[in-house]
């Protein structure tokens, strides 16, 4: 894999949030989204791998349901790639972040690419052009495509989340095993509710009458690293993985805005005792990016 382009994270928020144009106190990125509570139930087959606390008992969890625009305004029928992230609160008060879009896999290994791709990918008519100069990201974009990661969904529910890099489990041998995941919904087409939800925050709306019915299950999937699979890229696809399920996010309720006392941040690299970071630039990137845009949310 080349070396990733050095990108100030400075000039990296300033150039996103020019090509969204979003109010300045909102994120730069995903800067839609409403607070859920839930609980993360584990299974007895991850409790095998990972001697983190959470994999071993039921744990809260705080999950944000985003649309990854930098512009709030943009109405949720417009196509776009969605967010789950998914904060484990752990009873001994630490706590572990995921955050999970809708692509299956993604396009480069270089943050400078990256934010190239975003820019682009506002401008409809020429994103192709872009692509065309950037023919190693092609693959993820017609997995994305093929995914429907881009089209707005009916729900939520119905949707699944991929957190693209992978983690470390350690058991309590210190044995690591790489693991990533997936949040694979439980509900289908035969769960809809009969109302029919059109406006411009028709996916809020839609989930906040659904919570008022009964909670909404994401299975929580991880594929396990085998022979040749690589933990330290976010664009490796392991072909041939075992899948296990880990365990079960059940969301219960809808929360009010969980920002009045300030920012909540969700970063990719809070982990907890039991669970490692693996070298893949993306995710060593991204919280030197999240850091600026949290500070310019006030
Ligand atoms: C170099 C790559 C990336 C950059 C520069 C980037 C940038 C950002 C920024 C600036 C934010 C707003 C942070 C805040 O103000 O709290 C954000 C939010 C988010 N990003 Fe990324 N991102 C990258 C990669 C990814 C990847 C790989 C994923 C998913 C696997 C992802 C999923 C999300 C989600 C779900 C949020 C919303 C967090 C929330 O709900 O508060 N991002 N991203």
Do not use: C
Not at 40 to 50: D, Q, R, Y
Not at 58 to 69: I, Q
Not at 105 to 124: G, I, L, N, Q
Not at 233 to 243: D, H, L, M, N, Q
């Amino acid at each position: 894999m080349p070396d990733p382009t050095p990108l100030d994270p400075v000039a990296a928020i300033d150039r996103l949030r020019a090509a969204f144009g979003g109010p300045a106190a909102h994120r730069t990125l995903h800067a839609k989204g409403r607070f859920y509570a839930g609980t993360f139930t584990p299974t007895a087959e991850a409790g095998a791998l990972g001697r983190a606390r959470h994999l071993h008992e039921p744990t809260p969890v705080l999950v944000r349901w985003s649309n990854a625009g930098g512009n709030a305004a943009v109405p949720d029928p417009k196509p776009d790639i969605r967010g789950m992230s998914v904060k484990f609160r752990l009873t001994d008060g630490t706590s572990t972040d995921l955050l999970g879009q809708t692509s299956p896999r993604f396009p480069t290994d270089d943050p400078e690419e990256f934010v190239a791709m975003t820019e682009a990918s506002v401008h409809k008519l020429t994103f192709p052009l872009f692509l065309a100069r950037h023919p190693r990201m092609v693959p993820a974009i017609v997995a994305g495509v093929r995914g429907k990661a881009i089209s707005s969904p009916v729900t939520f529910a119905e949707t699944t989340f991929y957190p693209i890099h992978a983690y470390g489990w350690l058991d309590a041998g210190g044995r690591r095993t790489w693991v990533r995941y997936s949040f694979v919904p439980t509900a289908t087409k035969a769960d809809r509710l009969e109302r029919r939800f059109t406006g411009p925050d028709r996916l809020f709306e839609e989930i906040a009458a659904r919570l008022d019915r009964g909670p909404v299950t994401h299975e929580v999937r991880v594929q396990v690293a085998g022979e040749g699979h690589d933990p330290h890229s976010a664009t490796s696809v392991w072909k041939g993985a075992r899948e296990l399920v880990a365990g079960r996010i059940v969301v219960a309720e809808a929360l009010p805005d969980q920002e009045d006392a300030g920012p909540v941040v969700f970063d990719p690299t809070r982990v907890v005792d039991g669970v490692e970071l693996s070298d893949d630039p993306i995710l060593r990137y991204r919280p030197v990016a999240y850091t600026e845009s949290v500070s310019r949310r006030g």
